[in-house]
């Protein structure tokens, strides 16, 4: 079990030492090879990405992520920001299907900004197509145009597509996730989010979506257009189990999934190959206004660990013993600054810096 630790810039390399302490805890044989990424690896070595460290990210099972961006390389030409490593990476790595749970702990339910009964447990799995659509389509227009014949022109577009094969792959982990969550009591649906009634493309999603669920019939499978699929989110979250969806459609609704439970430092995220090796980084970025300050909420990348042992590892017992902890520690009433809830008297909760809430899971863990 060989992970790649890239901890990257601003608070990266703060949370990226909570979730390293974690799975020491668990005593399994890891083997961990740290290298610098982002603005950290120009900052040695003068590229965002360089070939040492993707050589550790390729060798390695499963990369650990932290952040990547620093106010401080805004002005460098494109190719040389921080940013570049991550789309690096996933290219790199052929990394093409995003898992992103949005998960409400109860304990945090006043920290949405949709009422309790609304939200409170919500548990469900966005999965987004990475590597297709209309972000790797042919663009037109005054800034791809190769011959310049579109230089000048008021006319501008892109072309969404998709193949057989790459809607049957992700399709095919949309299934796997929802099979081994109806393990551990999750409904065991799948909602497949396109645009048929008026897209090419997402009446192929449709119909290959339809085939690979003859493979997986113990699982329900429905289907809905985008623009439902954005209000049903917002209307009644918690009839959503696992939902998948293309590239763009999926950039979208896993930003509005995500803020269903309005804390963004909670939210982990898993990105695989065919193969189940993985990238896992929170949601959020690197967070250069608190970067140094050991008051970063390190649950995602927490979190991101725990998904990791369940993604790449298969080691799903361990996972869940992760999440388990974190539920014991916030039930505790731990809370790091960004989900200490505003503007009310809360006495029951507990302000803790980044290294105290690692600690405290670790304790939580050791204590099971
Ligand atoms: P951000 O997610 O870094 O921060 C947004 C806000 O949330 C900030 O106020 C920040 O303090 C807070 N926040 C984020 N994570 C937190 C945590 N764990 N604990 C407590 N508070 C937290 O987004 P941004 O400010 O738009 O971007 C900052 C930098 O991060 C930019 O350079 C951006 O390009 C980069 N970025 C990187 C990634 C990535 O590495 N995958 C993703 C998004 C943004």
């Known amino acids: 079990m060989n992970i790649a630790i890239l ?105 949405s900004s949709l009422k309790p009964e609304i939200v409170a447990g919500l548990d469900i799995l966005i999965i987004r197509e990475l ?57 065991g649906k799948v909602t497949s989010v396109d645009k048929a009634n008026v897209l090419e493309t997402s009446q192929l999603w449709r119909e290959v979506v339809e085939d690979v669920h003859a493979d997986y019939t113990e699982l329900a499978l429905d289907h809905l257009y985008v623009d439902n699929a954005a209000m049903q989110l917002v209307k009644a979250p918690k009839s959503f189990d696992v939902v998948v969806t293309g590239n763009l459609f999926g950039d979208i609704l896993s930003d509005e999934a995500a803020m269903l439970t309005g804390s963004i430092g909670m939210l982990p995220s898993a990105s695989l190959d065919a193969s189940s090796k993985g990238l896992y980084e929170p949601s959020h970025g690197s967070a250069p206004d608190i970067a140094g300050r050991g008051i970063a909420n390190p649950l995602a990348t927490i979190l991101s660990a725990a998904m990791m042992l369940r993604y790449t590892f298969a080691r799903s017992e361990s996972a869940g013993r992760i999440e388990a902890a974190v539920q014991t520690v916030l039930g505790r009433g731990l809370r790091t600054a960004d989900l200490m809830p505003r503007g009310t008297q809360a ?17 939580a863990l050791r204590a099971q």
Request: no cysteine.
């Open 347 to 363: 006495p029951a909760l507990q302000l803790v810096g980044t290294a105290e809430m690692g600690d405290a899971v670790v304790s």
């Open 131 to 187: 590597t297709g659509d209309i972000y790797f389509g042919q663009p037109r227009g005054r800034r791809s145009s190769p011959d310049g014949a579109f230089a000048g022109a008021d006319e501008a577009f892109d072309t969404m597509r998709y193949t057989r094969p790459e809607i049957e792959r992700i399709a095919r982990v949309a299934f796997e996730a929802a099979r081994t969550r109806k393990a551990v009591g999750h409904p």
């Open 7 to 111: 901890p990257g810039d601003g608070i990266g390399p703060e949370i990226v030492a909570e979730a390293v302490k974690i799975l020491d805890a668990l005593d399994e044989p890891f083997e961990m090879d740290t290298a610098d990424v982002g603005g950290a690896a120009y900052a040695s070595q003068g590229h965002p990405l360089p070939e040492p460290t993707l050589r550790v990210a390729k060798q390695a099972d499963a990369v650990l992520f932290g952040a990547v961006g620093d106010w401080q390389y805004d002005k460098l030409p494109r190719p040389l920001r921080p940013e570049q490593a991550i789309l690096g990476l996933r290219r790199e790595l052929a990394l093409f299907a995003n898992l992103r749970p949005a998960i409400l702990y109860p304990e945090l339910a006043d920290a």
